[in-house]
């Protein structure tokens, strides 16, 4: 009897054993980490994913097992292990042949949109945001997430990110895990992201997870290659107004990597010889400086398998700037704007053990405006001079830690923390004028501000059965001043599988916001100004809940429907009539306000992943309103771009392995703007002889948006024709920016138009109001290589 105990304790006991297959997946050409590739054990019907940097770790029973490996896009590999002992495997899959099968998914991974907890989320494959059409043929990150369902567009052209009612400043935006302060080029025309350095781009608009913190809206993921460990190689194009070119390779095979990728408009490098020309004939020199730059770097070093190190940098700029000098007597006048960020980011893995994974990134961004104008002349021998600059900006340093711990199949355990020291340079005007018999030198506006901001977070994602959860809590705090702020924000999403196959999914999350944007809601300029929150200024807060369907149908299609309400408070907004660009003497705590937000609505979004025709179909159905005391006398109003309808339509047919066609459709509501309702007269007094002497017009403003602009709509195309060779690829990329040249409204204006008789007298006149179109039909040529 004794001995049939020990038995029975002893197997029991071998049966109980677990252990941990870990190690990093990668691409087996290149050495790049797969971020969310899939593994799974067919016998224990058992799986995992690979985190951020490649790292995966699967726990099962002491067993014989036969796991698969697998990522879209590339042969999936597997392997039959005897699981008796701890396994570090680090799994190299090779790119798929012939696989067209390069599209946007809801997850990276290949797995079934149905099989994933989180929902609201979106991973852009950077292969699909290269075959969207795009204005002037540039490539553009943003501009291709603004055709997903409860993203807009600011305007015509424009890449600001308007997220299911949020404003461009709710938008967490992480290059590197690095925040970008300010993502566009030419006040908002393009984006500062350039795709060929990129590897992943991933778009979360709720439900958001724990490890996700500081703002309201959304969080855009783009996480830069890391450089090819095996081969050296290039790729670049050369476009109507820039050219690219990124280099890649080993500095010591398998070990260390390097990226480094720069793109330049080169406008002012054709006008120099004309300026050139027309400097020569003339008594005045023109110096004009008209472009803008971005340069990554990256460096990616492998100690061993327990220890890597990557370095990453991005420098970006917009300078337009000019110089008139008087050839005769010295005189010169000029002025400009520049414009731009700097980032850089070192991060540190360890592998701690088979479960356990650590990653530490110490950041650094910063953003700097400067506005400038100076003239100098010479009178009599004597200079006279006068320079004014107004600066502002923001500066970043951070420090984080995060863990990911997989202690079995049925959970995923993320935790960390971060804190980072802000400084703000919220305006400022420095002046200089000196003449022979006077000098001033003054500094006028706002002082620096400074804060800290501290973060830290834990989450599971578990499994119980058909039900999977994301639960998880995110705490912060906000020191500035002598204030202290703290929040704790709890966050769950849930996902129930259905017998048919169809997710039944909900999530919902709390997020608080420390810092603000001072912007126009009729434009986003360089000059808006980023702010703390203070004992005056509330932190931003929101509530968001979503519930939803996905389901995949005949394995080539994906359907996803979600509902969301969103609640924000402390919104902030300049009071009617401020702008921070007149009145720098005064702080610029008195001229905003904070009010209350709502968005609401419904997405759909459907997809087909498979075959020589890829694309999308989405659908947005929202409401967006806003509230302020000191706005619209205390009632609530649609918010600028408050758009019921938004459908856009994208697709990609390969003809054959030489000729791709892609389109892209867009229709939108019109945007909310307010307009005089009617006009009345009113009598100006003379000052000079205390007479009322003359009468003008005024005019009455309507309630705060009340009224709609046409709406907008626009048909892209472009066809591509590639030639490859075995060492060398190059593709010529025809595009057309808005097809069908529709006048699609940038601004409305009031205007008078007279009605004349046949005598050509005047009889009526009437107030009327004009929208301005700025971008037609634009056709373009791109020519792209790779090597």
Known sequence: MTTM???????????????????????????????????????????????????????????????????????????????????ELNVRLESALNLAEVVVTASANGSKIEEETQMSQIDLPVEQIKKVPALLGETDVLKTIQLLPGVQSGGEGQTGLYVRGGSPDQNLILLDGVPVYNVSHVLGIFSVFNADAIKTVTLTKGGFPSRYGGRLSSVLEINMKEGNMQEFHGEGSIGTITSKLTLEGPIWKDKTSFLISGRRTYVDLFMAPFLASANSASSEDVDLDLY???????????????????????????????????????????????????????????????????????????????????????????????????????????????????PDPDHYIRFGAAATYHTYKPGALAIEFSDQDFNLDTLVGSQNDYSVEYSAYVEDDLRFGNLKANIGLHASAFQVDDKFYTSFQPRIGLNYLLPNDVALKASFSTM?????????????????????????????????????????????????????????????????????????????????????????????????????????????????????????????????????????????????????????WVYGTGNAVTL????????????????????????????????????????????????????????????????????????????????????????????????????????????????
Not at 33 to 54: F, P, Q
Not at 293 to 299: F, G, M, Q, S, T
Not at 513 to 539: C, F, R
Not at 678 to 692: G, I, K, L, M, Q
């Open 5 to 87: 105990f020990l038995v029975l304790v002893l197997a029991g006991w071998v049966h109980g054993q677990k252990f941990t297959i870990s190690g990093y997946i990668e691409d087996a050409a290149t050495g790049e980490k797969l971020i969310a590739a899939n593994l799974y054990d067919a016998r224990s019907e058992s799986g995992s994913v690979s985190n951020t940097y490649g790292f995966y770790s699967l726990t099962l029973p002491k067993d014989s097992v036969l796991v698969t490996f697998s990522y879209i896009g590339y042969q999936p590999q597997t392997f039959r292990l005897l699981l008796n002992k701890n396994i």
């Open 292 to 406: 803008f730059y971005d340069l990554n770097a990256k460096i990616n070093h492998k100690f061993n398998d327990k220890h890597r190190l990557y370095l990453s940098g991005y420098f970006g700029a917009d300078v337009f700037g000019t110089k008139i000098s008087d050839k005769a007597d010295n005189s010169s006048f000029g002025g400009g704007i520049d414009w731009g960020n700097v980032i850089s980011a070192a991060r540190w893995n360890y592998k701690i053990n088979p479960k356990l994974f650590k990653n530490t990134t110490l950041t650094y961004s910063r953003y700097n405006i400067d506005i400038f104008t100076e003239f100098k002349e010479n009178f009599s021998g004597a200079e006279n001079r006068f320079q004014a600059k107004y600066f502002s900006g923001i500066e970043d340093v951070g420090l984080k830690t995060d863990f990911d711990y997989v």
């Open 512 to 664: 608080t916001q420390y810092i603000n944007l001072l912007t126009s809601e009729a434009l986003s300029l360089p000059t808006d100004l980023w702010v703390p929150s203070t004992d005056k200024i509330k932190p931003q807060q929101s509530w968001q809940v979503a519930v939803g369907a996905a389901k995949t149908l005949w394995d080539d299609f994906e359907l996803s429907i979600e509902g969301y309400y969103k609640e924000m408070n402390n919104v902030i907004s300049f009071k009617e009539g401020a702008s921070f660009l007149f009145g720098l003497e005064n702080d610029w705590e008195e001229k905003v306000t904070q009010g209350w937000g709502e968005s609401y609505g419904l997405e759909l979004f459907f997809q087909k992943k498979k075959g020589r025709f890829t694309g999308w179909l989405g659908y947005t159905l929202s409401w967006n309103n806003r509230q302020f005391d000191d706005i619209n006398g205390g009632k609530k109003y649609p918010f600028r771009y408050d758009r019921r309808h938004d459908i856009s339509l994208v697709g990609s047919y390969e003809l054959n392995k030489k000729v791709h066609f892609n389109a892209a």
């Open 676 to 787: 005089p309702v009617y006009r009345y007269t009113v009598r100006e007094p003379d000052n000079f002889n205390d007479a009322w002497a003359n009468y003008v017009g005024v005019e009455s403003q309507s309630s705060k948006n009340a009224f709609r602009m046409s709406d907008y709509h626009r048909l892209d195309l472009s066809v591509e024709f590639i030639k490859k060779r075995p060492n060398w690829e190059r593709k010529w990329v025809i595009s057309i920016y808005n097809t069908y040249n529709h006048n699609n409204p940038y601004f409305i204006y009031p205007d008078t138009e007279t009605t004349f008789d046949s005598n050509g007298n005047p009889v009526d006149t009437e107030r009327v109001f004009k929208e301005v179109s700025i971008l037609p039909i634009i056709p373009s040529v791109s020519y792209q290589f790779k090597f």
